[in-house]
Structures are given as structure tokens and as C-alpha cells.
């Protein structure tokens, strides 16, 4: 079992940066962000597996968010430029050892393991 904990949110405004931690309690695992809004499902934001890149990401971030991760401190980091309105809800990480991320890391459903959340508020 892991825990994840994540931090780095807070209230920006449109165009600003924030960059987001996940500390984990073991390395190895494949990590996602994910994020979710009020009434919404959870979405995808990006993916990077356990041993470092390649990473994924949503069209709606690619070119604006960028994930990274450093073994050595068990850390995952999504660093947000250009932020919208539209980056607006909670973000969780989370994270799983199972092989179906390889071909699923896009949906909550391989991962075994979630964070409590961390909110991100840009206002326009």
C-alpha cells in the first residue's frame, strides 16, 4: 500500500503558474493527476510511469502542464503554466503497480491508489 499527499494548490490568477507535489510513501510506482470539478467526472490531466518518462497528457494541457518525478524523494510534480478558468477544480494523484496502467494510465480505473486532493482556483 502507498499513501499519497498532495500539495501546491491554491488561488492564482488566469495566465499564472502553480506547480502541484504528490509525496508518496514508495518510489516505483506509475502515477496520473487527475482532476474533477463539481458535478463532473474525474478527468484525465497526465501520466508518467514508475521508472520516469515517457509521460501523457491531455490534449486540454498538452503544452501548458508538464509532469515530472523524482525517485529519490518518492515525489510526483505537475507544473501548470497558462492557467485558465478551466483549470479550475480539485486535483488528485494517484497512483498503481498494475500493468493495465500501460494501456489505460487515462482513466481512474488502474490506479489503486488516490490522494485526498488539493484545490486550484484561477480567476479570470
Known amino acids: 500500500q502507498v499513501q499519497l499527499v498532495e500539495s ?3 488561488l492564482v490568477q488566469a495566465g499564472d503558474s502553480l506547480r502541484l507535489s504528490c ?3 514508495k518510489s516505483g510506482y506509475h502515477m496520473g493527476w ?3 470539478g463539481p458535478g463532473k467526472e474525474r478527468e484525465f490531466v497526465a501520466a508518467i510511469r514508475g521508472t520516469g518518462d515517457p509521460s501523457s ?3 486540454s494541457v498538452k503544452g501548458r502542464f508538464t509532469i515530472s518525478r523524482d525517485n529519490a524523494k ?3 510534480s505537475l507544473q501548470m503554466n497558462s492557467l ?3 483549470d479550475t477544480p480539485v486535483y488528485y494523484c494517484a497512483a498503481t503497480l498494475r500493468l493495465s496502467w500501460f494501456s489505460g494510465y487515462a ?3 488502474p490506479y489503486d491508489y488516490w490522494g485526498q486532493g488539493t484545490q486550484v482556483t484561477v480567476s479570470s
Open 74 to 76: 518518492n515525489t510526483v
Open 8 to 10: 501546491g494548490g491554491g
Open 57 to 59: 497528457y491531455a490534449d
Open 34 to 36: 487527475f482532476r474533477q
Open 23 to 25: 509525496a508518496a510513501s
Open 107 to 109: 482513466a481512474p480505473r
Open 84 to 86: 485558465t478558468h478551466e
